[in-house]
């Protein structure tokens, strides 16, 4: 995309039409019992978003947002994804492109992505908290939007705390590494003026990975001096990542975060992993199966932390990432370049749950699948391990990442009723690093009451707007309060 285009773009000013309304009151809600369950038992709720992937510094320092490209498009791969499939050049993306650049590229995209969730999300976080209901976003309406979007972002309430205020948003959990030093949450927990609850989640991937050992040995040093433990050998490791573990605890962390490509659950003796930890210090490359039992015995490792604490752990299953080696050279990892996998996993993953469960040492636990023919491998496994004693205990996690949309929801959400409990489902997730991304909490609470509305008029289920309403009440909000032992 040239500037001259960028520039005509401009030119080309505001076009309404009347039928440029997109996002009414009763969007995506189908009947007349899906407008009221959402209406009157979802629309008011609080939100509590227990994984995101927001910045905790951002929040302490209540930062400011420029303009719509700082706040919408400098880390949305979902964004960076539709823009390169749209054929729109590197340099709008992620490039030396200016702001005002980047915005005309994106919304040349987004009228070409019609039947994406993404063409949803746009509008409805143009019409809240910005109040633009009246336009879609184009080329002709791209100079007006984002003027008047810039003009809000400089008003009092769309600071980062208070864009979260304007969102409903109780409480959030950032996603954070094990060496992080959590000076932002303790900043947090210890301003009275600011009521949002912003929690830490322990994030240990780089802990269990040993295909890089120049990369794993560099964070082995970062966690030496986070933890002030001198790690020389196995022991000195595990007393490390446990100081680091107790403070987050401190710092109010109720739940780890485990992304894991595929499931590793090998068989290893105690002494297979000091010397696979002993080679991975001294820069030896390991073998596969030494990798993946490394692997094994730190997931196990956390796993058995988390149930000291009572913690809840979530388990994010299958993504084959950075699969662009172009890409990852020049831009990193992390860039929108990974995809749905397609590896077999279910017999892994039950031997993973069940050495925990033959322990009496199995945390509560949310297992998300990225690839939706695994709908009902995870919602059934989910049921192999309930103990009868913590409704709920292990989970089948939201719809994730490539299956956040309407379809992708409903699918989720049908495969947990029809093998497990929807009703002790914890909800919605935003995994999203955007202050604005919450609109998807309520995207999500339409498509669960057009789904239960839906049902209540074929006759499937009662016509009790209490008893469907009260169970809307629980999946959007309180089974996650009491899953977490949150309080808000």
């Not at 510094?57 to 706040?71: E, G, M, P, S, V």
């Not at 810039?150 to 979260?164: D, I, M, Q």
């Not at 103990?387 to 939201?398: A, L, M, T």
Request: charged fraction near 25%; proline fraction near 3%.
């Amino acid at each position: 995309m040239s500037g001259a285009r960028a520039k005509t773009t401009e030119s080309l000013g505001e076009r309404r039409t009347s039928g440029d309304v997109l996002i009414t009151e009763d969007f995506l809600l189908g009947s007349e019992a899906a407008r009221r369950l959402y209406h009157s038992y979802a629309a008011a709720l609080p939100v509590v978003d227990f994984h995101s992937h927001l910045s905790a510094k951002h929040i302490a320092d209540d930062a400011r947002f420029d303009n719509l490209t700082q706040l919408w498009l400098v880390e949305d791969h979902y964004a960076w994804r539709a823009m390169r499939a749209n054929g729109v050049d590197e340099r709008y993306i992620t490039g030396d492109a200016s702001d005002w650049e980047k915005f005309v590229a994106w919304a040349g995209t987004v009228p070409k992505l019609l039947g994406n969730p993404l063409y949803h999300w746009v509008h409805m976080e143009l019409k809240r908290p910005f109040g633009i209901g009246d336009r879609l976003l184009g080329p002709g309406t791209a100079a007006g939007i984002w003027e008047e979007c810039g003009g809000r972002l400089r008003e009092e309430g769309f600071s980062c705390r208070g864009l979260l205020r304007q969102m409903n948003v109780a409480l959030v959990c950032t996603t954070d590494d094990p060496c992080d030093s959590l000076e932002p949450h303790r900043r947090l927990a210890g301003d009275a003026t600011f009521a949002v609850q912003v929690r830490p989640t322990f994030r240990p991937d780089r802990g269990m990975n040993g295909d890089d050992p120049a990369r794993f040995n560099a964070w082995v040093d970062r966690l030496a001096a986070a933890s002030e433990v001198d790690i020389g050998d196995l022991d000195a490791y595990r007393q490390a990542l446990r100081k680091r573990h107790d403070a987050f605890h401190a710092a109010g962390c109720r739940v780890s975060d485990h992304g894991l490509e595929r499931i590793c659950a090998e068989d290893y003796t105690e002494g297979e992993i000091r010397s696979v930890f002993e080679r991975l210090r001294s820069g030896q490359a390991l073998t596969a199966e030494a990798a993946a039992k490394f692997q094994s015995a730190m997931l196990h490792e956390f796993a058995l932390m988390n149930w000291e604490k009572g913690w809840a752990q979530q388990f994010h299953i299958g993504p084959i990432r950075n699969t662009n080696t172009r890409l990852l050279r020049t831009l990193g990892p992390d860039v929108g370049c990974d995809s749905i996998g397609d590896a077999n996993y279910g017999a892994a993953l039950a031997k993973v749950l069940d050495r925990l469960d033959q322990q009496g040492r199995l945390a509560k636990t949310i297992l998300y699948n990225v690839n939706p023919r695994d709908n009902e491998l995870i919602a059934s496994m989910a049921g192999n391990f309930q103990d009868g004693r913590v409704p709920g205990k292990i989970q089948f996690g939201s719809a994730w990442w490539f299956m956040d949309h309407q379809d992708g929801i409903e699918r989720q959400l049908k495969a947990l009723a029809s093998i497990g409990l929807v009703s002790r489902f914890v909800g919605m997730v935003t995994d999203s690093r955007s202050f604005v991304s919450s609109s998807r909490h309520e995207y999500f609470r339409r498509v669960l009451c057009n789904w239960l509305g839906g049902e209540m008029e074929k006759g499937l289920l009662p016509r009790d707007f209490e008893l469907i309403g009260g169970l809307v009440q629980d999946v959007c909000y309180r089974n996650a309060l009491e899953y977490f032992g949150f309080e808000c």
